[in-house]
Every structure is written in structure tokens, then in C-alpha cells.
Nanobody, 123 residues
Framework: VQLQASGGGLVQAGGSLRLSCTFS????????VGWFRQAPGKEREFLAA????????NYADSVKGRFTISRDNAKNTMYLQMNSLRPEDTAIYYC?????????????????WGQGTQVTVSS
């Protein structure tokens, strides 16, 4: 399995970005997927997760109402729409996929990870 994240960049505070992550090598619709981020000197942080069908989502309090996770199983792609960005959202953003993820907020449940994409929010 390979995950390829894209869409990061530099944006001003209050702006928006949409991250994408393409999945290949297995049947995408068999996997739950999630987004995490890691800022320098900090642990990897859960942001959002979505189940295989897209019917169930889960968000961290820090991004609830600002970020939206979605997936298109026909395109083998997952997305993270990020609105009202803040300087504290600056980090490397990672997509992840796993089967039978018992705790979507934990990193250990995901078997596969993308390479990360940098998001920088200027004040």
C-alpha cells in the first residue's frame, strides 16, 4: 500500500487549504483513514478520521468546525478541507489508513502512512 499526500503550502491566517491523499495497492474502500499532524518538537496529533463508507467521522476538538474529512472511494482518495486556519495549525500533515481500526484517534491502529505534506500558516 502507498499513500501520497499533497496540497500543503503557505497560507495566511484565516485562509483555507484542501489536502488530498491518494491510496494505491489495495482496495481503498476496505480501509478506515485518518489525518494527523506533527509540529516541531511535538507528538503526532490526531485530527480527523472517517470510516470505510464515509458515513462515520471523528474529529479532534482543536479542529472541529474548521476541518472536514471526506473520501471518494471511486477515486481512491481522501481529503481534508481546512478552513479558518491559524498559525498554530502549522505542521507536517500525514494521512493514514488501516483495517479494523479500533481507536481512530490513536496512531497505532493505522498500518500505512503517507510521507507528509507541510502546512504553514502565517500570522
Amino acid at each position: 500500500v502507498q499513500l501520497q499526500a499533497s496540497g500543503g503550502g503557505l497560507v495566511q491566517a484565516g485562509g483555507s487549504l484542501r489536502l488530498s491523499c491518494t491510496f494505491s495497492g489495495r482496495t481503498f474502500s476496505s480501509y478506515a483513514v485518518g489525518w494527523f499532524r506533527q509540529a516541531p518538537g511535538k507528538e503526532r496529533e490526531f485530527l480527523a478520521a472517517i470510516n470505510w463508507s464515509g458515513e462515520s467521522t471523528n474529529y479532534a476538538d482543536s479542529v472541529k468546525g474548521r476541518f472536514t474529512i471526506s473520501r471518494d472511494n471511486a477515486k481512491n482518495t481522501m481529503y481534508l478541507q481546512m478552513n479558518s486556519l491559524r498559525p498554530e495549525d502549522t505542521a507536517i500533515y500525514y494521512c493514514a489508513a488501516g483495517r479494523g481500526v479500533a481507536d481512530p484517534r490513536g496512531t497505532y491502529g493505522y498500518h500505512y502512512w503517507g510521507q507528509g505534506t507541510q502546512v504553514t500558516v502565517s500570522s
